[in-house]
């Protein structure tokens, strides 16, 4: 009889989910026959799992109360993830199917088994020391999740190598200051609440079987991964293989990226992301020699990245100063320009610009952080390695010195970041490296957060322009107060626009102070007659934000706001003759501003370099970044993110595009 009620059970859900699925896709004409049994069969198993799930519990439910006291703090990390899980589903937009219930599933056990080990380990030996460890165990992971939560919130993935390799006293600082005293006062309630609720009893007389206990484990934690992994894959090849369901396969491998990062065990990937250097993409270069195929390089030339551009007929400076003012983290739809949900009054000093100079629309980041994307601004390259010695790598800086120019940079941080006045100057090749200590001997004050604000670092710019009137100058100013996950900005309520202060994004109002602050800079620039016909400034950003927090919210078309995205770029001068030949609708990046400048400044790039220069013609003209072990490469007509270690690459042009960058990577290090 209860067979019966299961059959008829089961035998109504999958008619209610047919009945469901039929008037989701009733409208569309043809009728997507393939899409809607799989809609429906995604659902009808998602319902069978979690019914399957709630049975399980149901049938145990008189051991329920006793497992939740003995393994409380288990249960507090379960419900912890549970939350976190919710919250990633939401954040990512991800359906609400089979597989993504499985993975949240086989996320549940993934970021608890280390702690059931350790509660395991003590009810086995009911020692102090082994209690100890079981609270290490439990506090490091709620303390673990908690912080991988809110950097899935900046940047929608979990913790990378590369946040290690900027984790220090400055940057920590930096979050400190610009975060609100409520929201750290939140994050430090809720650290001493999950201490307290380690709450463990005294251990039974009659010992659970601990072999037992451990097989269940093991048996139970392959059998929910394994399951997850293979019918995900089947699912896929399903999808691949059936009539008019392309589309949906290709959607289905970012869906399928995102279900992986529910499921994934966020402490282990803590641990394993701070111990090692996960963002190299060959690990012994030297041993893994690369060669261009024929047909590699025929793909390469149609996409332009082969691009053998000629060379200008003749090299004459064009001008004797080239100021670099480069934002912190600025997509360039932060500006009113290119997005109407900033408000008008944010931005109206950028949106003149952009109506009056040069500029680029489709001008995309090449790397991020902040030391990826300068290396591709500086060295047009992809991939930074501190690794590979600075002396033998062609640099902006480096030919630009050769020929006689100064070679400046001015940091709003301090040079104790990440060894900065060590690793750039040996990197980047600047000989004069000045940052937030130099500040402070020149007199300047009100430093917080992250370093000094714009207005510092623009009235300094300013003094080293009038000092240096005589000199050739390549000259970087580096500013801070658009860092994630808040920005800086330095007025108060009242001196805003209604449109400004009202809004609900912090980051409209940063950009307000950046537009009030370069606007200040310029009008001092002209009134001082530091805007010759031999002065060329460019605004641009050092990468686009990460991808969450804010950013999300403003940048609404999800192709924009990628690991690479769009930056703004606007080249400002009083001669405006040698940009002439800038075509503003090309696709570009950042490795192309180098070859760029050096053209401007009268000089020949170095044979290393990777980018064009932008104002010499070239038949296919694209946008080329790098982030996390994937190439994204972005043109008029195709538009492509590609893993580099995808053994089975989707497309030819994919797999030439990794096995470039893998060879140019790999070149770098001979």
Sequence with gaps: MKKTWWYGGLLLCLLAEAVLGWRFYQAIIPFPENECIFTILNNFLRDVLLVGTLALLYFRRGRLRDRCQR???????????????????????????????????????????????????????????????????????FAIMLFDGIYFWTTSM???????????????????????????????????????????????????????????????????????????????????QAVNMEIEAEIDLTR??????????????????ALFDTDKIIKNPLQQKRELTAKDRQLLEEMGILHGQAAATALTAQYDKVVLLVLESVHR????????????????????????????????????????????????????????????????????????????????????????????????????????????GQGYSGASGWGYHNDVLYEETLKMLARGRADKMLLVTKTLDMHQPYPYYGYTWEEMPEAVRDHKLVTVRGMYWVDKTLAAFFRQAAAQGLMDERTLFIITADHNPHSGGEYKELVSNEADRQSIAPLPLIFVAKNLVPLDKLRTEEYASQIDLAPTLLHLMGLTSPPDFLGRNLLLPTTKPYALGYFGGQAYYFSEDLNFVDQLDNPYPATAAEDALANFIMWDYVKRHE
């Design 256 to 273: 399928q990226r995102y279900r992986n990062l529910v499921a994934m065990p966020i402490n282990v990937n803590f641990v394993h992301k």
């Design 158 to 240: 979990h913790v990378e190598s590369v946040l290690f390799q900027n984790l220090n006293l400055h940057a920590a600082r930096g979050v400190i200051g610009t975060t609100a005293p409520v929201q750290l006062a939140l994050v430090g309630g809720s650290l001493v609440v999950l201490t307290l609720l380690f709450r463990v009893p005294q251990p039974h007389k009659r010992k659970p079987n601990f072999a037992w206990s451990l097989l269940c484990v093991a048996f139970f934690g392959l059998g929910l991964n394994l399951t997850y992994l293979s019918l995900a894959a089947v699912s896929h090849y399903a999808m691949d």
């Design 71 to 141: 393994y409380l703090p288990v249960v507090v990390l379960a419900v912890l993830y549970l939350g976190f899980a919710a919250f990633m589903v939401h954040y990512l937009q991800l359906d609400l199917g089979f597989l993504t219930t499985l993975a949240i599933l086989a996320g549940l056990f993934n970021n608890i088994v280390l702690c059931l080990l350790a509660a395991m380990c003590y009810y086995k030996w009911p020692q102090w020391g082994m209690k100890l460890v079981y609270f290490v165990v439990y506090c490091g992971t």
């Design 333 to 440: 739809d932060y500006l009113h320009y290119y997005n109407s949900a900033v408000p008008a009054e944010a931005t109206p000093f950028l949106d003149s610009l952009l109506q009056k100079y040069p500029r680029l629309d489709h001008y995309y980041a090449s790397a991020i952080p902040t030391t990826q994307g300068l290396n591709s601004t500086f060295r047009s390259q992809l991939i930074f390695d501190g690794d590979v010695r600075g002396a033998g790598q062609g640099s902006l800086y480096r030919q630009a010195q050769a020929a006689g120019w100064r070679g400046i940079y001015l940091n709003a941080s301090s040079q104790y970041y990440n060894n900065e006045f060590k690793e750039y100057t040996e990197q980047f090749g600047m000989q004069e490296y000045y940052a937030r200590e130099y500040l402070e």
